[in-house]
């Protein structure tokens, strides 16, 4: 079983500051992603890493998969309360599943104005 | 309508009632997702669809049964429900053998059983 360890569960921080959320496993991924879910919304994908190492760019958000593609960070700089949300990493599997998603239980971020 | 859409957003029922949960998408994906998310837990995975065919179905209780009958439609079928079968239940797609691109969720519907 392939599980992802997402840290910390709650972070409750002001606006603008900066923060880093995580995301380990013992298992190799093929490709790993980020999705932020609202309240009483559906998780919207925000990006996909696929190479160990990678390192991507979204505005304010930085994303980068491990070397050995079992973690990952996304660090958020000077953060707004629109970035508040539950963030959600999921891991493709490297075992031949060409469709399944792996999901940690998600990080709870609140950002106070 | 783009996107996957999931009728209706709340359902509240009882434990010996009937009800179907809808998933609708327009993005020419080929395969569909259940998924169960409930507090402090990570998503569960309950059934997969690939090429309108159910590829798996995750040891999930025999009063959810699935019904896929064409590859941009989604059905949850629930029958003598559990209170603790009482979560956000929300339906994906994705390109089958696309999974790196991600799956499109749709806003779930919120089921409360009484």
């Known amino acids: 079983t392939q599980l992802l360890e997402q840290s910390p569960q709650f972070l409750s921080i002001q606006e603008g500051e900066n923060l880093t959320v995580y995301c380990n496993s013992s298992?190799?991924?093929?490709?790993l992603q980020w999705y932020r879910q609202e309240p009483g919304e559906g998780p919207v994908l925000l990006v996909t890493?696929?190479?160990?190492?990678e390192v991507k760019k979204l505005k304010r958000l930085t994303f980068q998969f491990g070397d050995a593609r079992k973690d990952s960070s996304l660090h958020i700089t000077a953060a707004q309360p629109g970035d508040t949300g539950l963030y959600l990493c999921?891991?493709?599997?490297?075992?031949?599943?060409?469709?399944?998603?792996?999901f940690g239980k998600g990080t709870l971020l609140t950002v106070n104005p | 309508e783009t996107g996957v859409t999931q009728t209706p957003r709340h359902l509240v029922m009882g434990m010996t009632n009937k009800k179907s949960l809808k998933c609708e998408q327009h993005?020419?994906?080929?395969?569909m997702y259940w998924y169960k998310q409930s507090a402090k837990k990570p998503l569960e995975l309950m059934f997969v669809?690939?090429?309108?065919?159910?590829?798996e179905n995750n040891s999930v209780p025999s009063r959810f049964s699935p019904e896929c009958p064409n590859s941009s439609h989604l059905f949850l079928h629930l029958h003598t429900l559990q209170p603790e079968d009482s979560a956000l239940y929300l339906c994906?797609?994705?390109?089958?053998?696309?999974?790196?691109?991600?799956?499109?969720f749709g806003s779930g519907t919120r089921l409360t059983v009484v």
């Open positions: 298992s190799v991924f093929s490709s």
């Open positions: 994906a797609s994705s390109q089958e053998g696309g999974v790196d691109y991600g799956y499109t």
């Open positions: 999921a891991g493709a599997g490297s075992g031949g599943s060409n469709y399944k998603l792996t």
């Open positions: 993005l020419g994906h080929n395969a």
């Open positions: 669809y690939s090429l309108e065919e159910r590829v």
């Open positions: 890493v696929v190479t160990g190492g």
